[in-house]
């Protein structure tokens, strides 16, 4: 045992205080692989200590334990944490049998290369490119046998480790269990998100380490001292200072012993001196600086370059940083290991916890700190390969930007490159934002800075710096890609319309001689943004820019760009969407394999659902699914489809499963308003049909007014029928018209009437209830003039529920009620058809007709079969006023099934006795394996089944009824 860590010199405790449970909680999860475990907690709480204990208990033997850590200062090199946890791992990958796609690791662990297979062909994909690259990772994992790979500090973790832990995930290692350990205090979203949906088989744990209570602080300074116990009011006194935060506790502990503020009583416990004496300030930075103070001047300058360097070092570094000679500087590393500030780690040296660091950090005054880290740009810039991010971080320091900006901009290539454009992102905004640039230099980072920020899951907010970077003079093809950048970047954000098209105009003539980005930005202005611009307008920027795609030249592209020509064409209700639909389907056969032609896939499904088109929408949807979910390097196409497939459910009247979906994706797309809308437009909708009156009256409005503000008119009839519903029914009529008329100009002037007449019934509906019959039938007959000659599915159906509203003969309304609903049938509309059907028979019950009760009931039975209670219950109030038997209103249960399968339980219960997976259930059914996991364990319960097995077999002898009476 090192002098340290004796009794009489011992700064941290000898055995683990406080943390028993979660210890067992620890070895619980990486016994039973494959495995995840979270460990959360705040700086100095103890992690590190608990995965120590870990790695030194018998649970481990026969277990490779792999270990890596994300760095405050990051390299513009992917995946980090895992190189570095496999750097070691060569003599076991020499007895391994390694498959070829393991090859892709040979650029990121050249250590290994003799170990690893050939080096694989690149691809022209950055996606597939990645994929592969994760495979490889996969690989080598799977090959190293029965594994714990431990990352620390996910919350620096660059993206891409992000993006493998979610694959690892979701495609899970049988033998392996992972250990994600961060600060909960900061990480975002991408981090927390990537153990929420773990594949099935994973086991998973969160354990979260909490603060020491006064009796284990206490606990923990007696083990330090090696002694039974400390007096309660010296345990009281150190957990007011450390707050319970055990690296507090070891600090002030080696304090209090360097004072000599220690007294030992007869019984063997131990006791402070007088409190006066131990006013020592809280925290660790004080306890630490007195600490280093106190040491030989070669310990206090080598404490000083070690915290300048921040990440583990070797001596030599040490000594070229400290500028003492290589003699002095072991003894000063010595002393601090000794100490205990630092600890060894394969052949180098660290502070034992960053808190410690940055405490030694404050310390140095500012001109002695800008040397240091000149002397640490010097001595990382002589490693090979050199560290660019740390480069870059200490000539910043150093004062020395010019020579900051050349490193970085190093840097973030580098990063580019290696695809983690999040971490291009972040190097190229902070130069930006900070570093005295030339205007040519400034234009040429902002661009690469705009492209990278278009590329992340969560565009950042650096709009400004492409402006900025707009105020001087710039050749035209610069000059255009940033006015498109910024109109992209808007778009992604949800900001103003206007402000889009006017960036996306200024872009076009400098964009000439890019013929694949001046036919983007021609079909982003083809698209129907900015309220004062009319269709007329949208249709030539569409027509130019199917006119540029032949000069384009890359296949993948071309798909892309007819993929928006077709979306805007088609909520336009023009043929030629449909046409250019069957090109893009031709040219790719039927199946996407870019991510840009998933893209043209999902964008043209979008509007297809939203104009009716329902049967195209989901062959469309089913083929960009199919690959979307194959490409595990990220979890974006995936998820833009599931929102897709969100509201292509919600339209199509399959609601089973649908709010917890919804609100799996609305946490997904947290940050992300423009592309949240579709998911918060179900929400709304469907919070109306469940009777949830008061959520549906606060958000229809709320969500009309956002698609409206964000240009997000193809949405806008779903919310906006719905809010005249509810308000029709409430007496509001007048006002919400009044509210709506916005909304009702946009679709006039943008000719998207082919989207927004599922809207006309409700606005007709509102109108006659406002006294407005004459004005609401002149617009009926004008848009049944309008529509005949465009694609417009919705239009025969909802023209016909529309005029049955202004209809003053009872019967001849009814005739057209029921027209309507049989056009919604035709088209797959349930909800629709329902209300129509309701709405015949009240037609039919006053004009004194026989059969009126047929209509109702089918209406009935479709609104419980959907669980629309709002509905239901207004329906069954009808049938009561005319004598109409009603079921029970939801018998044997909310859902209306009982002790019965539901539709959606039945449908995964068949397809999970056939030996498909939950990921693979929710792939062909659009939902998350969260959801699936729902239905299929509410199924087995029903059933009183424990297994997938028994349930193959239960379903081969019997069939509990599925369906509820359907109209």
Partial sequence: MADGDTAAGRVISPI???????????????????????????????????????????????????????????????????I???????????????SPVAGALRALLPELESVLPPALKPLDDRAAERHQLFRGLAEVL??????????????????????????????????????????????????????????????HDHILLKALDAAQTGAMAAAILGEAGVTADFGAHLHELSSGLPLAVQELMALLRARGALIRLRSGRWARKAVAELDVPPGVRDSVRERVARLPEVARVVAEA????????????????????????????DELLVSGLLVEQAGTVAFRHVLTAQAVYGAIPLGR??????????AVRALKPVPLGQEAHHLRRAGRLADWVEAAEQAAEQASQLGDDAEAVRILEDVLRHAPLAPERRSRLAVRLGWAAAQVLRPPKVIDLLSQALESEQPGPLRGQLHFLIG?????????????????????????????????????????????????????????????????????????????????????????????????????????????EVGAYRSIAENACLAGNYEVAATLLTAAMREAAGEESSREPLARCRLVALLLACCQGRWDGLEEETALLLEEYGGRPFDRLGAETVAACLALARGELDTARRELPDVAGNALVMGAYELLPLSVAGFLRLSTANGEAGA????????????????????????????????????????????????????????????????????????????????DFRAAAAGYDLLGAPYEAAQARELAAGRLFAAGCAGAGEPLQEAMATFRGLSARWDLDRAAQLARRHGVTVKGRFPGGPQGYGADLSPREREIADMAAAGLTNREIGQQLFVSPRT??????????????????ALGAHLGLEHPRSDPPRP
Wanted: hydrophobic share 50%; glycine share 8%; proline share 6%.
């Fill in 369 to 378: 700190r800008q040397e240091l880290h000149a002397r640490a740009a010097a």
């Fill in 84 to 98: 570095e946890a496999l750097r070691g791992t060569g003599d076991a990958l020499a007895r391994a049998e390694l």
């Fill in 488 to 596: 992209l970047l808007q778009e992604r954000l949800g900001e103003d319309p206007g402000a889009q098209r006017r960036a996306f105009t200024a872009a076009v003539d400098d964009l000439a001689g890019q013929p694949e980005l001046a036919a983007w930005v021609m079909a982003a202005l083809g698209r129907p943004m900015d309220a004062r611009v009319p269709l007329a307008e949208h249709i030539v920027w569409l027509e130019r820019a199917l006119a540029v795609v032949p000069a384009i030249g890359n296949p993948a592209e071309e798909v892309f760009i007819l993929g928006k020509i077709a979306t805007s064409l088609g909520g336009y209700g023009d043929p030629r969407w449909l046409e250019l639909t069957r090109e893009v389907r031709r040219r790719t056969g039927g199946r996407p394999r870019h991510r840009q």
């Fill in 142 to 203: 799977r090959a190293l046998g029965p594994v714990v790979l431990v990352v620390e500090d996910l919350h620096w973790a660059d993206e891409q480790t992000i993006e493998f832990l979610a694959y690892a995930l979701a495609v899970p290692l049988p033998e392996m269990s992972l250990v994600l350990a961060y600060r909960g205090e900061e990480a975002d979203g991408s981090v927390r998100e990537v153990t929420g949906r773990p594949a099935d088989p994973v086991f």
């Fill in 16 to 82: 683990l205080i406080g943390r028993e449970e979660e210890l067992r909680r620890l070895v619980a999860a990486v016994s039973r692989p494959p495995a995840v475990v979270v460990l959360e907690g705040e700086a100095g709480i103890g992690k590190s200590r608990l995965l120590a204990e870990l790695a030194a208990l018998p649970v481990m033997a026969g277990r490779l334990l792999l270990r890596g850590g994300a760095r405050r200062i990051r390299e513009p090199f992917p995946l980090g944490p895992l």
């Fill in 736 to 815: 919400a018209l009044a509210a709506t008329e916005a909304a009702v100009a946009v679709w006039e002037i943008k000719g998207l009437w082919p989207l927004a007449v599922r809207a006309l019934p409700a606005l007709a509906e509102a109108m006659a209830a406002a006294d407005r019959q004459e004005e609401a039938l002149a617009l009926v007959a004008r848009l049944s003039a309008r529509l005949g000659d465009l694609d417009a599915p919705m239009a025969a159906p909802a023209l016909a529920h529309a005029r049955a509203h202004l209809t003053t003969g009872d019967e001849a309304a009814a005739a």
């Fill in 932 to 949: 699936v996991e729902k239905h299929l364990g509410a199924a087995l319960r029903k059933l009183g089944l424990r297994s997938r097995a």
């Fill in 306 to 333: 070690a915290a300048v360097l921040h990440v583990p070092v070797r001596l030599e570094e040490l000594a070229a940083v400290s500028g003492l000679t290589k003699a002095d500087t072991v003894a000063g590393a």
